[in-house]
């Protein structure tokens, strides 16, 4: 493993190494690895076998500059090694001293390396409507798929093999909020469907949802493909008898199409051979492979029947893990506005549950003898790797994402800047949302303010209803 030779040349297995280095926290941990270490040391002093002391001073060097995130964030490790200085500085060369010197550690950017940011195209000022009835389903396709991929950057080696250990996500913030963003949409299209007043008008809606998947499929996106056909394919919707003999029967048959794509029949086998199809950039159904890794991982020994370490199964982990990694370093093959990034963010800022939704549908088409059962039920496209998980009520979050998104309304309806939008443009930019039964009071001049707008906003959005701060639940006519 230690193949380095005294004058610091490659080791001729690297990829073994970095594998052992990223991996090895399945096994033990790395101040334990250390400590192993340190001790090795010493025994080696002992023995006066220098040429041993080096190589493992050239393999920590190595942990230091490949892997400093570690001992960024791993309190143990870096008290271990503090401890393991000490020993070289007492009893080694000035060499030993050199190669495991971890000041380098303090001028690395570890919040950028930890971070992921996607960055928008910016080649081209992108042009969009913050209307949700004037949006392209080529636009809301392109913007979630923006939000999607911003999430999915920002998960870690580390946060796979957190879940991996502990089958689920619990202290593991960067995962929840992967989930929280794919329960998001799939709610927010349940509601922006259930917020139209008639069957016709929700058909309409109905109808770009299934435009949007369709493009979502185009850009290789099949984790929010999996989200919005989930919205469609839920209980709440597939109920609503009347507006569904509204949909014709050819956006009928792509929405069937989608729903086989996605089906988990087979260990999802339609899904798994469209997804090997595809080159470049894409987004996979993240549940999907973490519920591979799962099965990996519990099928396979730690260790063989001489003790020895299973490197085989640190391999195949790895190796799924490292796929999932490279994709973050695609490319994203889009231009975003970040206008309608800010109106999305806070129309996914959604928290209701099963009951609520299917209240919801009821009170659009009311229960008759073709209904659906009462009970609100999991559409099967849907994995269930994130069962039992919901998005927290996040007060500051949430705030957060209601200035920008009024920044961004006044900035592109606020022409003559005097810091009021029209009424009619309000009522507009409302209905975009879900909650845009809510009512606001005009002034004399039917002008609203960015204050007025400012809580409205705070007030309709679902998540501060869980707070407490007051939210009507039951459908009123629409402001449209």
């Not at 870690?156 to 794919?182: G, H, W």
């Not at 999907?288 to 396979?300: G, N, Q, R, T, Y």
């Not at 003559?416 to 930019?429: A, L, M, P, R, V």
Request: aromatic share 10%; hydrophobic share 40%.
């Amino acid at each position: 493993m230690m193949q380095k030779d005294l004058e610091g040349n490659s080791y001729q297995n690297n990829q073994l190494l970095k594998m052992i280095l990223t991996m090895h926290q399945f096994i033990i941990s790395s101040a334990d690895m250390l400590q192993k270490l340190s001790d090795l040391y010493l025994s080696a002093l002992e023995k006066k076998s220098s040429a041993l002391c080096v190589k493992i001073c050239y393999f920590v060097r190595y942990w230091i500059t490949e892997f400093w995130v570690m001992f960024k964030m791993d309190s143990k490790l870096s008290t271990t090694m503090e401890a393991f200085q000490e020993l070289v500085k007492a009893n080694g060369e000035e060499l030993h001293c050199r190669l495991i010197d971890t000041t380098q550690i303090n001028s690395r950017d570890w919040s950028r390396k930890l971070t992921q940011r996607v960055k928008a195209n910016s080649s081209k000022k992108r042009k969009v409507s913050l209307l949700f009835d004037h949006l392209e389903p080529e636009e809301l396709s392109d913007h979630l798929t923006y939000l999607e991929f911003k999430s999915f950057r920002r998960i870690s080696f580390s946060d796979y093999q957190s879940y991996i250990v502990n089958s689920c996500v619990k202290e593991n913030p960067t995962m929840e909020r992967s989930i929280a963003l794919c329960n998001g949409v799939s709610q927010w299209v349940q509601l922006m469907v259930l917020s139209r007043p008639t069957p016709q008008l929700r058909a309409e809606v109905f109808i770009k949802f299934i435009h949007v998947a369709q493009k979502l499929h185009q850009l290789q996106n099949f984790n929010t493909l999996m989200a919005v056909i989930g919205g469609l394919c839920h209980s709440s919707i597939s109920r609503l008898k009347e507006t569904s003999s509204c949909v014709p029967h050819d956006v009928i048959k792509v929405f069937n199409e989608m729903t086989e794509l996605l089906s988990s029949y087979r260990n999802y086998e339609c899904y798994r051979r469209a997804y090997n199809e595809c080159t470049n950039f894409k987004i996979p159904i993240l549940g999907v492979h973490l519920k591979d890794l799962i099965s990996l991982h519990e099928a396979m020994p730690d260790y063989l029947e001489d003790k020895k370490i299973n490197i085989c199964k640190l391999y195949s982990l790895y190796n799924h893990i490292n796929e999932l990694i490279q994709l973050q370093e695609m490319p994203l093959p889009l231009e975003a506005n970040m206008d309608l990034v800010h109106l999305l963010t806070l129309s996914l800022d959604l928290y209701y549950t099963e009951d609520e939704i299917y209240e919801l549908s009821y009170a659009r088409e009311p229960r008759s003898h073709r209904a659906a059962p009462l009970t609100p039920s999991r559409p099967p496209v849907v994995a269930d790797w994130a069962s039992g998980v919901a998005p927290k009520p996040d007060p500051k979050t949430v705030s957060k994402h209601v200035q920008r998104m009024v920044d961004s309304v006044f900035k592109n309806y606020d022409h003559d800047q005097d810091g009021y939008i029209s009424q009619e443009e309000f009522e507009k930019i409302a209905a975009s949302f879900p909650f845009s039964f809510c009512v606001m009071a005009k002034d004399s001049e039917g002008l609203i303010s960015r204050d007025e707008i400012t809580a409205y906003f705070m007030r309709a959005s679902s998540i501060y209803s869980k707070l407490g701060l007051g939210f009507l639940t039951t459908f009123r006519r629409p402001l449209t």
